[in-house]
């Protein structure tokens, strides 16, 4: 639309040049009559001058006059105020508002007195530097502040231009920084979903060293029971063990102060009970040994229980998958079948139809005498 509008005002331009410079060759020719300086030859010519300028107004698309509700009157008998007022209106576009009529008691002789006090204009040749010609030269004025607008509204035009680039470049910007804002956000977003599944195995792995963990503490507790009763049961035949053994020191002390001559039996006795001890405290460093043995072997069948369920884990999946590739080819083969079952059932409807036709061929035959 830039591009149109300036168009326009530049073909408006070459109008109005091109019908200035054909005015500007204009001459009022004298009637054959030879009476020149008669008020009929003055009258005449000054009606040709003012049809050229009328000529020219028209031939302005682009004028303010045009665009003006009102129009200026150009009358071939009465000559038109110089002192035209003019407007600008809201759309920087100036208006030239029509004359006040001219009196009517005005005397046609004005004309050629006008005409014949001249000079020379260089607009529209002989005309009269009167009302007429200041009117010509208000036009020519007005066509140059007219030039003028056209440039202005050029440079606005490519003030505009350079406006709408400048805000296309920052729209393209915008777009470019929305894209790459929004490939961060899906890049962002895949990572996010991928932490998420990385969540999801670690927890499922965390929930299974917790159950292993759980199963290990109760194995633990359950030995350091065992552990803790044995102890226990140790502890206490040592100390039934130690106080017998004092029992029967004092016995002894009380029998070789008594019965010194018993003293070689009780000797014996002691060093029974002591060998009895001593077989005691054996029996209790193996029953340690054996705890140590049983802890071990409950470790190593934990292993081996560990090992037996991911083995049954991995029979199971092995299972499925041949259950699956099973049912794959129970599927293909019931496909098949059911194949097979339609092309034999079409067969058989085409041998019945060709069976159907024999049959009929061999009626007509035997009813048709002349049939073959």
């Known amino acids: 639309m830039n591009s ?24 009022s020719v004298p009637s054959f ?44 008998d009465l ?6 007022p003019s407007r600008w209106n809201g759309n920087d576009v100036r208006t030239i508002e029509p004359p006040p009529p001219p009196p009517q008691h005005e005397s046609l002789s004005t004309l050629p007195e006008d005409a014949d006090n001249g000079q020379w204009d260089s607009t529209v040749g002989k005309a009269g530097l009167g009302k007429t010609g200041r009117v010509i030269n208000k036009l020519v004025s007005d066509n140059d502040a007219l030039k003028r607008d056209i440039q202005i509204e050029r440079l606005r035009a490519e003030e505009a231009k350079q406006a709408a ?25 895949t990572l996010l979903a991928r932490k998420e599944r990385q969540v999801e195995s670690l927890t499922a792995s965390v929930e299974l060293e917790k159950r292993k963990a759980l199963a290990a ?23 039934e063990a130690t106080s017998y053994a004092q029992l029967m ?49 409950c470790e190593q069948q934990d292993n081996n229980l560990k090992e037996l369920r991911g083995e049954k884990e991995e029979i199971a999946r092995l299972f499925e998958q041949y259950k699956q590739l099973q049912e794959q080819d129970l ?11 339609e092309e034999q059932e079409l067969q058989l409807q085409e041998a019945r139809e060709v069976l159907h036709k024999l049959r009929w061929a061999l009626n007509v035959k035997q009813n048709v005498k002349d049939a073959q």
């Open 249 to 297: 020191e004092g016995r002894y002390n009380a029998i070789s102060s008594h019965w010194r001559d018993q003293g070689e039996e009780v000797k014996r006795a002691v060093s029974r009970l002591r060998g009895a001890i001593d077989a005691i405290v054996d029996e209790r460093r193996a029953d340690d040994e054996k705890i140590t043995t049983l802890r071990d072997l």
């Open 79 to 84: 000559a038109v105020d110089a002192a035209t």
């Open 165 to 189: 680039k400048l805000v296309e470049d920052k729209m393209e910007r915008m777009m470019y920084e929305y894209e790459s804002r929004l490939l961060e956000a899906n890049v962002t977003k």
């Open 33 to 76: 009559d030879g009476s020149e300086h008669s008020p009929e030859s003055k009258h005449t010519a000054f009606n040709g001058t003012v049809t050229s300028n009328a000529a020219v107004v028209s031939a302005m698309p682009g004028s303010p006059q045009d665009k003006s509700p009102s129009t200026v009157r150009l009358k071939s």
């Open 217 to 239: 503490q109760q194995s633990e507790r359950s030995w350091k029971h065992e552990l803790e009763r044995i102890k226990g049961e140790a502890a206490t035949r040592v100390e």
């Open 4 to 27: 149109m509008a300036a168009a326009r005002p530049t073909l408006a331009h070459g109008v109005a040049k091109h019908a200035l410079g054909r005015t500007a060759t204009i001459r």
């Open 331 to 341: 599927r293909d083969i019931k496909v098949n079948a059911n194949k097979r079952q």
